[in-house]
């Protein structure tokens, strides 16, 4: 995906002469020949990541619309108060892209990980929250949202999808009807869902806008008074717009999802995943349990 994200933003810089990329140490290399060529447009700030939003905040409210790429935690917690003020509080659009997702970063520790973005940046007025699960998905949402005036996180991982599904920016996809719960897959972990959910009577969405909620498209699936959500991201991450989504409708909601609690252990991403019931066996189990309680 990060090949993908380099050409994107590299094609954007070159056609575009009213854009600009912001780096935050990472990347600086795959992006040398731009920060050359183009020294006014394309700069490496440094591990400065609140002030790198704020100087994208200055530039897009000249005109120049920012990418700034950064790892996770220090685009969504370190530069929160930035994103917040300088970007929502005054309607101005930008683009921020982060790789890391969850914890892709699982040997760097709890500092590298954000499990909690997406709850996180649900809180900000206006932020789209987009979770391509392969590099193709990431190249149509990027250019789906780069210039529509908001600000948008695109939310990266480097444990892409094998399942290909052509998405649009604010839908979710319908990948197979039935009738015992509605199953909603998110980001990289659709491959996994649908592993588990192959002999399971059930709705599948896979959901890689997060706001804007789809909201349309879950009431019109919606089926069994059940909603699973399978998702890299802090349980109950997307439970608010689900509820909302369903305006008073009785639903009983359940779950794959990350535990709300420190992350301690290491390993490689995988080892995580089996560990947290994050993998297709995982889900199964999970899904299992939470069908039976019907």
Known sequence: MRKAMQAAVRETIEEYADTALLLIDIGAFPMRELLKKYPQRVKNIGI???GTIGVAAGLSLTGITPIVYGISPFIVQRSLEQLKLDFVYQNIGGNFITTGAAYD?????????????????????GMEILTPGTPAQFDALFKACRFDGRPSYFRMTD?????????????AAV????????????AEQLDATLEACAEADVTVL???????FDAETLRREYTG????????????????DIAAALDGEPVRLGGAEIPLEVLRTYGK???????LGLDAKGIAERLGAFLAKA
């Not at 896979?206 to 804007?212: Q, S």
């Not at 991403?269 to 560990?275: H, V």
């Open 105 to 125: 970063f699982s040997a760097l520790g709890y500092s590298h990980y954000c499990p909690e973005d997406v709850a996180t940046l649900r809180l900000l007025p």
């Open 225 to 240: 008074g059940a909603v699973f959500v399978s998702a890299p991201l802090y349980a109950g991450s997307l439970f608010a």
């Open 269 to 275: 991403k995988a080892d995580k995943d089996a560990a």
């Open 175 to 186: 990948l197979k009807r039935g009738s015992r719960a509605t199953v909603i897959a998110v």
């Open 159 to 171: 444990h892409c999808n094998q399942t290909q599904v052509d998405v649009e920016f604010g839908r």
């Open 48 to 50: 400065f990541e609140p």
């Open 206 to 212: 896979y959901y890689t806008t997060l706001a804007p």
